[in-house]
């Protein structure tokens, strides 16, 4: 229980983690503030409350002194702690560090870096050049776009098709232990760990050679055709123009980014806003229509109901029903057709 294997030194992680006993985390992105509270919750009178894991997002292996127990949630002085005792020893020129709540993190990490042990610090330019910081795919789209297109994966170079969400598969398997792990003292729990996250490795280990053996080269084949046809369709002259406009926003952030929408059209809520103010401007010189419904929500259920209807189709064409599910769908149809004939009756 020294930090030998794939934990984190105890007793310098459990004196930096006290230093910040009764200091909150601040959130400004909207996406998620739910999200990193969640798991403190059920936490009463339990020495831990979960792991902290920093593992390879390429290979998914768990990284030696790269787990930390958890004593309330997921804070950044456990994350920042677990990080930068993982990768100190690695000496790498490039890290893409990929964290569901990266955008949070990145912030005054390098003041949060200067508070732990010295042999964990690195200096400060050499860490700005060296980390880029982004969101895992499945993660990214509860972040708003001036957030999620900047710490997107899918616009750093070098990054490939990593996703990042490797991290939530070790999730899937190492769960199934939290239960058994939860009654034990801390000397057990600590090797039963330690075993599983070994095993784990081992297990991606042995498999590593399946998807190298066996590339699928008909799906390369496809995306490369697909590509060439983009190509061809876009224009040389177009394609120069966004190549360089891509090439200097890699560079320098600050350039027009060329992955981002500027113009964004108005909403369906936007409509709706637009037509009931114009309906009570009516109302208020004494216009009224003859009608219950007005115009624009009749519009609206007009478009729910194709709405339904779409959707429902898309479910009865969609395999074998079990009874339940063929009473839940015959009550939908019902309850449909009902709403159809009051549409038609105003
Ligand atoms: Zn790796
Ligand atoms: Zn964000």
Redesign the pocket.
């Known amino acids: 229980y020294t930090g030998l294997a794939y934990f984190v030194a105890t007793k310098p992680y459990g004196a930096h983690v006290l230093k910040f006993a009764s200091q909150k985390d601040v959130s400004t992105c909207s996406g998620f503030s739910a999200l990193a509270h969640a798991e403190s919750k059920f936490s009463n009178r339990l020495r831990a409350t979960g792991v902290g894991l920093c593992p390879?997002a390429?290979?998914e292996?768990v990284h030696p002194k790269g787990v930390g127990y958890l004593q309330k949630g997921e804070r950044f002085c456990n994350m920042d702690f677990i990080f930068f005792s993982t990768i100190i020893p690695l000496l790498l020129l490039n890290v893409v560090i990929s964290y569901n709540i990266a955008c949070q993190w990145k912030i005054n990490l390098l003041d949060r870096m200067n508070k732990l042990p010295e042999n964990m610090c690195i200096p400060v330019a050499v860490a700005m050049s060296v980390f880029m910081f982004g969101i895992p795919k499945f993660h990214a789209s509860a972040h708003d776009d001036g957030c999620s297109i900047p710490h997107s994966l899918n616009l750093m170079p070098g990054v490939g098709q990593t996703d990042g969400e490797g991290i939530e598969r070790n999730w899937a398997e190492v769960n199934q232990v939290a239960n058994s792990t939860k009654e034990m003292g801390p000397g057990a729990r600590h090797d039963t760990l330690d075993d599983h996250f070994g095993h784990h490795n081992w297990r991606k280990f042995v498999g590593l050679g399946k998807p190298l053996v066996a590339p699928p080269h008909w799906e390369c084949d496809r995306q490369q055709a697909a590509f060439q046809e983009f190509n061809l369709a876009v224009g040389a002259s177009y394609q120069n123009q966004l190549t360089a406009m891509v090439e200097s926003w890699e560079v320098d952030k600050t350039q027009p980014n060329p992955f981002t929408n500027k113009e964004c059209g108005i909403s369906e809520a936007d409509v709706c806003a637009h037509f009931a103010e114009q309906e009570k401007a009516a109302a208020m010189d004494g216009r009224f229509h003859h009608h219950d419904i007005s115009p624009s929500v009749f519009i609206t259920l007009g478009l729910s109901l194709e709405d339904l209807q779409r959707r429902l189709r898309f479910e009865i064409t969609d395999g074998v029903l079990s009874s339940h599910q063929q009473t839940e769908l015959h009550k939908r149809q019902t309850s449909l057709l009902k709403q159809i004939h009051r549409f038609w009756s105003v």
């Open positions: 390879c390429h290979h292996f």
